[in-house]
């Protein structure tokens, strides 16, 4: 076992933390993507719904989970289990949770690899070099190669610093310049033309809509993908929470800046789609829809940057950091939930840990990259399709059958003496053991 285990020193810490970590490329990139795939407004409306009423219940059982054990994700499980039989199931979720943060990590340093190069790609320009600036932004194994590892470096040098001195420093540097950066985006996209035609669309839902099954499917999963369930993440972050604090508030304010920032993020590119159309760039697909996933990033964007002349460099250069800002609190949480579990379970030391366990999951990306035609999405699929809802689904079922009510209430009311009263507690166990498992099952079986 470890000796000390480090702790975030301060609340506002834990909340950039864990907003960090739930803040992402789901939140700039796949949230409008969905909204723009998924009839705008209608899918914005569903996913506060669910994000609230599925995953924020769920998030605070992972978070519980973690504080109650006060270790990684296989230790603290195993903390709650009775028998046998419960430790290994323990043993299967928590681990299971690890191999899925290592696996989302594997490609989502490759994205964030891309967003790093078109950071760059700007600066170039700005001087002058518009040819070699063409390396940037093209597909190459090269470029793909040098970004992913330049991105996994840098999640490294952070987690080997630790929790307070790394995870927390650099969540309160990080989040604080994320937010200026989008609001400042937003109030220079508003101010061009098509922006409100944009801004309608978004905002007005198509309520015919809103019952629709894929649409459903896709706005729990991205919530889940969003909270960054299902991955022993926020286990290991709820660790790190001061036995003093209240959890049910810590969690609300988390789940509400997450939502918050998707929806801003919703703002700032669904306008600028409708003023790159201003602008000729073509923004919809052969089927009528908004063009959406990888194409709206690196296709329709770019044009719209491209064509507001030197200004564009800058509101490129913004973006793209902003993008890189984003996907770095969340790799970094990614990353501590392997490492936490190889410090604690394997006594290793935690520089050697992250180098180690940093540079194998580099190598996963690798071998990502070098096959990335069925490689990226066949990942992306197994850990994030089915591995974190099974898992997260598991972590309530274990909050919900295994561990006792009364164990429960004790945790809960640590930094939150009167909880027993709340309409939290009233509804939150019961909604935990029946509502939560069974939603999750239901989308998961339906999406297969
Ligand atoms: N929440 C992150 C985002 O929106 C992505 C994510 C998914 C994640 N699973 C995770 C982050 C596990 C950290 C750990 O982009």
Known sequence: MGVSRGGFSSRFGFIMAAAGSAVGLGNIWGFPTQTASNGGAAFVLVYLVLAFCLAYPAFMAELLIGRYGQANAVTSLQKMSHNLWQKRFAFMVGFGGIIAAALILSFYGILAGWMMSFAIDPVVRLFGFNDAAQWFVNQSLARNLIFTALFMLLTIFIIRRGVEDGIEKWSKRLMPMLIILLTVLIIYVMSLEGASEGLKAYLQPDLSRVFDADLLISALGQAFFSLSLGTSVMIIYGSYISKKENLVSLGAQVTLIDVSIAFLAGLLIIPAMYVAQAQGVAIFAEDGSLISGSNLVFTVLPSLFDGMGVMGLFVGFAFFVLMTIAALTSSISMLEGPVS????????????????????????????????????????????????????????????????????????????????????????????????????????????
């Open 341 to 448: 579990y190889a410090v604690e379970r394997h006594d290793m030391e935690r520089t050697k840990a992250t180098t180690y366990i940093g540079l194998g999951i580099l190598v996963l990306s690798i071998i990502i990259v070098l096959n990335i035609s069925f490689m990226l999405d066949l990942v992306a699929m197994i850990s994030t399709q089915y591995g974190q809802p099974i898992i997260a689904m598991l972590c309530c079922v274990f909050v919900g059958w295994i561990w006792y009510r009364n164990s429960i209430l004790a945790e809960i009311k640590q930094g939150n003496d009167d909880v027993e009263n709340t309409l939290f507690w009233k509804i939150w166990p019961w909604y935990i053991k029946f509502v939560c498992p069974t939603a999750i099952a239901a989308v998961f079986i339906h999406s297969l």
